[in-house]
């Protein structure tokens, strides 16, 4: 049975060699160039008005940070042999870049559910949760916090030379602190997106039955669309993380599932994940006219501007 589990680990180490080679760049490459277009379209006047819009930004920023480090890791470590976490430095700085980002994504879409929520009510109270400023504060103070309470990593784990993996620190607290990451990352946040998104459904449902005027019908409209957008990313969100969430839980709190086999099984469910960032452009495009239109007016006017200069 061991030597069946053994070559089953050996092939599947191969097989994600090869995946690894191949479609980690293209993941690289698709995930800056739709990272990046949602910076430049979030970043214009038009939707910068939107408190949602700050949100999707920053979640845009920490994405790219996320996925600039965690593909290229995996292509260096499978195509070439080459580890950039063979020391305790670069283990624990990695890693520590890898899960702040991830977490600092899964909180901006928390906090734009929230937002949508607030900016879809028809109290006034509630509306006025939803401003810019409030946003600009909260965005702040959450990356200040995650980088605090991911911190720890940068203790917590070391680069073994016996085993050449990088490995984590074993004690109760730590078991308590990964515990806590687990709820939070992986219960709360998408429990909370759910909440809030069919919060924000059942009052996009009841705006349509009031009677408005034309410029606050345009300006609910934009709303609607936004929230449409977000609903369908933290739909995306859920159903790419469930797989990595299943297999984090068992590396982390169960020392005897931590095999060779499980983990090449997480570096699978890991890249699945990445399609959380791969994808969000596409999701944008599709689910709302709003950034249909922004993307459109960026293309027409790097059309006139090279046509000027030529």
Same mark, same amino acid.
Request: some cysteine.
């Given at each position: ?143 200040? =916090?995650?980088? +605090? /309470? ?5 203790? !917590?784990?070391?680069? &073994?030379?016996?085993?050449? *993996?990088? #490995? ?118 599709? =689910?709302?006219? +709003? /950034? ?5 007016? !960026?293309?027409?006017? &790097?059309?006139?501007?090279? *046509?000027? #200069?030529?």
């Amino acid at each position: 049975m061991n030597i069946t589990t053994s070559s089953t680990s050996t092939n599947l180490s191969y097989e994600l060699g090869i995946i690894y080679t191949y479609i980690s760049p293209i993941i690289l490459i698709f995930t800056m160039i739709a990272n990046i277009i949602n910076i430049i379209v979030f970043s214009r006047g038009n939707l910068r008005s939107y408190s949602c819009s700050h949100y999707f930004l920053a979640l845009a920023f920490a994405s790219l940070i996320y996925m600039i480090v965690s593909p290229m890791i995996l292509f260096l470590q499978y195509r070439f042999g080459i580890s950039a976490i063979t020391t305790s430095f670069g283990c624990r700085s990695m890693l520590f870049i890898i899960y702040s980002s991830s977490l600092l994504a899964t909180l901006m879409l928390v906090c734009a559910s929230i937002d949508r929520f607030f900016a879809s009510s028809s109290s006034v109270r509630l509306r006025n949760l939803s401003n810019i400023r409030m946003a600009q504060i909260l965005i702040i103070v959450i990356t200040i =916090s995650v980088l +605090i /309470y991911i911190s720890p990593f940068c203790i !917590i784990y070391y680069w &073994n030379f016996t085993t050449n *993996r990088c #490995t984590q620190l074993s004690s109760t607290i730590i078991i308590i602190y990964f515990t806590s990451r687990i709820i939070v990352y992986y219960i709360l946040a998408p429990l909370v997106m759910g909440i809030f998104g069919l919060l924000t459904i059942s009052n996009i449902r009841s705006q349509v039955r009031r009677v408005s005027t034309i410029h606050s019908r345009r300006h609910r409209r934009t709303e609607s669309q936004l929230a449409r957008m977000l609903i369908v990313q933290v739909t995306a969100y859920v159903f790419f993380s469930i797989p990595a969430a299943v297999t984090y839980i068992l590396t982390t709190l169960v020392p005897s599932m931590n095999t060779s086999l499980i983990n090449n099984i997480r570096s699978m469910t890991l890249l699945w994940q990445q399609g959380n960032y791969v994808f969000s452009t596409f999701v944008y495009i599709l =689910s709302g006219s +709003i /950034y249909r239109e922004e993307l459109k007016k !960026i293309f027409i006017l &790097n059309y006139y501007q090279r *046509r000027i #200069t030529d």
